[in-house]
Antibody, heavy 124, light 111 residues
Framework: QITLKESGPTLVKPTQTLTLTCTFSGFSLSTSGVGVGWIRQPPGKALEWLALMYWDDDKRYSPSLKSRLSLTKVTSKNQVVLTMTNMDPVDTATYYC????????????????WGRGTLVTVSS | QSVLTQPPSVSGAPGQRVTLSCTGSSSNIGAGYDVHWYQQLPGTAPRLLIYANINRPSGVPDRFSASKSGTSASLAITGLQAEDEADYYCQSYDSSLSGSVFGGGTTLTVL
């Protein structure tokens, strides 16, 4: 059974750096084709893809946020850590991590299992 | 402004059939990248509903089906039930952005 859980601060101040941890079980991030993604959702708004960590340590980031994002894999703990710098109130959102699989046709990826998400509020 | 365009809302009566659309462009759906659909019930995390254009994960009722053509995709729900009231999102890959993209979501209301 695959599970994922996000953890981190619920409140950060503007300009601070946010560090979120995704702790997962039921799969290995060393298995070919597997990924762990981060997606966020501002209150009442749509989903926004942020970043993806691949099984081979490759990483991809949303172009609009690339300069602020960083991913780290902690294999021994089954964790993927997302860091976002220079937080702003517009970054207030629920942040999800999700298991990512390669699409059947090989053209793209999808998020088949999600964590429950963690609400991060940016306010002074 | 989302890269994939979805109508903000759709509604239908119990038992009816509704269709939700997702329109992309030549750098995502039109380039042949697969489309995936998610259902988000109020206050919960999204759940994968359809993957690789037409496939249902185990546990998803066959009332849900999807298709893809050209630069668009659609999700159909037949035999509408009150429990289907949720937000629905499409997702694909965009080669110009080198990453995943989501639609703006459609809120389905069961009348």
């Amino acid at each position: 059974q695959i599970t994922l859980k996000e953890s981190g601060p619920t409140l950060v101040k503007p300009t601070q750096t946010l560090t979120l941890t995704c702790t997962f079980s039921g799969f290995s991030l060393s298995t070919s084709g597997v990924g762990v993604g981060w997606i966020r959702q501002p209150p009442g708004k749509a989903l926004e893809w942020l970043a993806l960590m691949y099984w081979d340590d490759d990483k991809r980031y949303s172009p609009s946020l690339k300069s602020r994002l960083s991913l780290t894999k902690v294999t021994s703990k089954n964790q993927v850590v997302l860091t976002m710098t220079n937080m702003d109130p517009v970054d207030t959102a629920t942040y999800y991590c999700a298991h990512s699989s390669r699409s059947l046709t090989g053209k793209g990826r999808y998020f088949d299992l999600w964590g429950r998400g963690t609400l991060v509020t940016v306010s002074s | 402004q989302s890269v994939l365009t979805q109508p903000p809302s759709v509604s239908g009566a119990p038992g009816q059939r509704v269709t939700l659309s997702c329109t992309g462009s030549s750098s995502n759906i039109g380039a042949g990248y697969d489309v995936h659909w998610y259902q988000q019930l109020p206050g919960t995390a999204p759940r994968l509903l359809i993957y690789a254009n037409i496939n249902r994960p185990s546990g998803v009722p066959d009332r849900f089906s999807a298709s893809k053509s050209g630069t668009s995709a659609s999700l159909a729900i037949t035999g509408l039930q009150a429990e289907d009231e949720a937000d629905y999102y499409c997702q694909s890959y965009d080669s110009s952005l080198s990453g995943s993209v989501f639609g703006g979501g459609t809120t389905l209301t069961v009348l």
